[in-house]
């Protein structure tokens, strides 16, 4: 255990999950788990969820949800460190002294802040500017190496890499220097209705995303009236977006190249392709579907999950947080 490398990784309980988390996120942290030479730990981080508006109940319901998800996609709470982000307040006491050490210039320079505060107008929360020194917080805690995340998250983990390095250089070596992992064929699901843009939970219109949890009849509708194109056939090529994403879908979860699937189908046309792109995701996620329900319905198997997971986190985050309040000259309590 002591030898092998820190990963970790975590995904807000602010919406229930699209297909886009599962396959840039997820899916890849269960093939890692069974490289066998990892130390991992997921995290539903509530904390972030709470930058925008969340109604407590709803917020209850997706954080056990999310947990849920992360076991019945195959994330086995034996051999990884499953647990909730607040309940582990070290997270939020090294925010603070990272808050410290973070500069007003680069945190308005994130592409997601900017993003979601031009769309908030006066009333944007302090924590949406704040929010990437949660994160950095959250991977620096356990010396990790990896974090296994989407596209869209690369930019915040630089900023916890200019943060860490800035520490150690004020302060002498204390955080390890973490590394992206992206998963190129899943790095952004996009829009099916706006396959220009990033598939998202926040998103007004459902036809745009297909959830983990939908049932079957809705994926195929929801694939069936993806937008596409007038070329009529399947090419994996920017100028096809919608095509191409559907490609990038099925060939993920089946584990082939593009380019296979643009020789399967060669003579197809794209009534067919959808067709058989629902029923691959309907496969993959029916399994998935039953063992939440499964977990959601006896709350105690997970109560245990998140409460051992939370121990088991702690001892790793206090190791850190206790070095960092020693170094910046707070009194040991
Ligand atoms: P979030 O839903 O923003 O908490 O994201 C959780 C994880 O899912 C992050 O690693 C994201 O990069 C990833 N993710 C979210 N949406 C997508 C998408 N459409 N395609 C690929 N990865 C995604
Ligand atoms: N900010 C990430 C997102 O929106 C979620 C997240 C929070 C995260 N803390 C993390 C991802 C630490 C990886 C590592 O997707």
């Not at 086995?76 to 499953?82: A, M, Q, Y």
């Not at 959808?274 to 329900?293: F, G, M, T, Y």
């Amino acid at each position: 255990m002591e030898n092998k490398k820190v990963i970790f990784s975590g995904i807000k309980p602010s919406g229930d999950l699209t297909l886009g988390n599962y396959l840039g996120a997820i899916k890849n942290w269960v093939k890692l788990q069974d490289d066998n030479q990892y130390d991992c730990f997921y995290c539903v981080v509530d904390m972030h969820a709470i930058t925008v508006k969340q109604t407590p109940k709803d917020l209850r319901r997706r954080t056990l949800e999310v947990l849920a998800i992360y076991i019945a996609a195959g994330i086995e709470p034996e051999k990884n460190t499953l647990f909730i982000q607040s309940h582990v307040p070290a997270h939020s006491e090294l925010s603070w002294v990272l808050t410290c050490n973070s500069y007003m210039g680069e945190l308005g320079r994130m592409t997601q802040y900017k993003d979601k505060s031009a769309k908030g107008g006066e009333s944007i929360g302090a924590g949406l500017f704040t929010y990437p020194v949660l994160m950095a917080s959250d991977i620096l805690l356990y010396q990790t190496e990896l974090v296994p995340v989407g596209k869209d998250q690369i930019q915040h983990l630089e900023l916890a890499r200019d943060i860490a390095m800035r520490f150690n250089n004020a302060y002498s070596d204390t955080f390890k220097i973490p590394e992206g992992y992206v998963n190129k064929q899943a790095s952004k699901i996009m829009d099916l209705q706006n396959p220009e843009k990033k598939m998202s939970k926040s998103d007004e219109n459902p036809n745009g995303y297909i959830l983990i949890m939908d049932p079957p009849e809705v994926i195929r509708k929801k694939i069936s009236r993806a937008v596409t194109d007038t070329v009529g056939k399947v090419n994996y090529t920017d100028d096809q977006p919608g095509i191409k994403n559907l490609i990038n879908i099925m060939g993920t979860i089946r584990g082939v190249k593009p380019e296979e699937i643009v020789e399967e189908y060669a003579d197809k046309g794209y009534a067919d392709f959808k067709k058989d792109v629902a029923e691959v995701i309907i496969s993959e996620l029916q399994p998935i579907q039953e063992r939440v329900n499964e977990l959601m319905s006896n709350k105690k198997e997970l109560e245990e999950i998140y409460k051992s997971g939370a121990q088991k986190a702690s001892y790793v985050a206090n190791k850190t947080l206790r070095k960092v309040m020693k170094k910046v000259g707070f009194i040991p309590r």
